[in-house]
């Protein structure tokens, strides 16, 4: 009995398929922040930040399809996209002095709420895609449609990846008309609403540890 309880020691979870895409994303998010405020690099600054973020898109059908899922990926996953849209932030704040209040705001919603988020999944032992949502028809629908959380990540991140773009290069024009800010002026929206799903993901969060809390507190009482 035991010997089969005992650990597989010839499972690597270092080296799961989706774990190696998710570490080619860090790599590539480091060169990205190497090269950032270099006006002379943006275009591989800009081909590495948005490589790493396609293959977010990959690690996770790989892990599904490959029966590797697991939690240091999904952490791992996680601390990239926050980390390499975190970066990014602080450099726009820096290219855009003006806007560094706004950098410095969106930042700190981001990383909070998606942490505390996480913290609250893992409290309810399960994935934070996965944490009771029932009560808040924003939350559910945003994890629960794969398209709908696709797009909001996707217009999030053209938004500040269009906005780098457009501290050094005006783009290329269609019929007059500047494709950066015609892409500027659409995904401004998506990141606006996104944020506000952050704030809404903080509060529903907050509630959800308070709500352990008040369990473990009425236990020990009785």
């Known amino acids: 009995m035991e010997k089969s309880m005992a650990p597989r020691s010839d499972i690597n979870v270092f080296l799961f398929v989706p774990n190696l895409i998710g570490y080619a994303r860090v790599v590539l998010m480091f060169v990205a922040f190497f090269y950032m405020l270099d006006k002379d ?21 790989a892990a599904r399809a490959l029966n590797q899922c697991s939690r240091l990926g999904a952490m791992l996953d996680m601390l990239t996209d926050r980390c390499s849209t975190l970066g990014l932030v602080m450099a726009l704040g820096m290219l855009y002095p003006k806007c560094f209040f706004f950098c410095q705001c969106y930042a700190v919603i981001d990383v909070a709420s998606h942490w505390l ?56 024009t269609v019929a007059g008309l500047g494709l950066l800010n015609l892409l500027w002026y659409i995904s ?35």
């Open 117 to 172: 988020h996480l913290t609250a999944a893992n409290i309810a032992g399960t994935s934070h895609k996965q944490i009771d949502l029932s009560e808040n028809p924003f939350l559910y629908y945003y994890y629960q449609n794969r398209i709908v959380l696709f797009s909001m990540c996707a217009g999030n991140e053209i938004f500040f990846a269009v906005a780098y773009l457009q501290a050094f290069t005006v783009g290329p």
């Open 41 to 61: 690099m943006y275009q591989i600054t800009m081909a590495c930040y948005m490589l790493s973020q396609l293959l977010d898109a990959f690690d996770g059908h």
């Open 188 to 222: 401004a929206p998506i990141m606006v609403l996104k944020t506000v799903i952050s704030l809404i993901q903080l509060i529903a969060a907050a509630k959800n540890v308070v709500a352990v809390d008040i369990d473990e507190h009425s236990r020990s009482r009785q």
